[in-house]
C-alpha cells in the first residue's frame, strides 16, 4: 500500500486553478479531510498577496498527510469537472 507522506513533493494534483473541474482542487480536498477552515484561511492569504503561491502550496500539502494511494484517486474521482470536459 502506497500512503502519501508529509513530505511536500509527495503529491501533486492538476487543475487546482478549476480550469477544468468547478471548484479548486485544494480546496475540494480540504472540505473533504474536514480542513475547510485551513483552506480558506490560506486562500484568503494569497489573495491578498501576503503569502506566495509556493507558500500557500507548502501550507495546504498537510491536508494529503496519511491517505493512501488509493483514497487520493477515489476524491480525485469524484472532483466536480466542468461539463464536456
Known amino acids: 500500500m502506497t500512503v502519501v507522506t508529509d513530505k511536500?513533493?509527495?503529491?501533486?494534483?492538476?487543475?487546482?486553478?478549476?480550469?477544468?473541474?468547478?471548484e479548486n482542487s485544494n480546496r475540494f480536498f480540504a472540505r473533504a479531510r474536514g480542513r475547510q477552515r485551513l483552506s480558506d484561511e490560506l486562500e484568503s492569504l494569497r489573495?491578498?498577496?501576503?503569502?506566495?503561491?509556493?507558500?500557500?502550496?507548502?501550507?495546504?500539502a498537510p491536508i494529503f498527510a496519511g491517505?493512501?494511494?488509493?483514497?487520493?484517486?477515489?476524491?480525485?474521482?469524484?472532483?466536480?469537472?466542468?461539463?464536456?470536459?
Open 8 to 22: 511536500i513533493s509527495g503529491i501533486a494534483i492538476f487543475d487546482s486553478d478549476g480550469t477544468l473541474i468547478l
Open 47 to 60: 489573495y491578498d498577496d501576503k503569502i506566495t503561491s509556493g507558500e500557500y502550496n507548502r501550507l495546504i
Open 67 to 85: 491517505m493512501t494511494e488509493a483514497e487520493v484517486l477515489d476524491l480525485c474521482g469524484k472532483i466536480p469537472t466542468i461539463e464536456g470536459i
